[in-house]
């Protein structure tokens, strides 16, 4: 299962809740503050895979959070 990072935008999209269309603005904007990481998924060419920038000040704590709460619905 892909429940860790990267994950695609579909799969952002049904985490969070929202459009795809409504993730891709949010996304482009996150890109402009260096917030994500993009890279094209090895296996398909076609699927564009994120990850939050552990290097971004911002993302340190909500990265610790996401984590967390992975962790806690596999237990």
Known sequence: ???NLPLSSS?????SRIPKSTLT?????????KLFISAIDVADERI??????????????IKSV???NIETTVR
Do not use: G
Not at 25 to 33: E, G, P, Q, S, V
């Open 66 to 68: 996401l984590e967390e």
């Open 1 to 3: 299962s892909q429940r």
């Open 48 to 61: 564009t895979r994120w990850t939050l920038n552990s290097r971004h000040s911002r993302n340190k704590y």
């Open 25 to 33: 603005t949010l996304l482009d904007a996150a890109m402009k503050h």
């Open 11 to 15: 799969e952002l999209a049904n985490r």
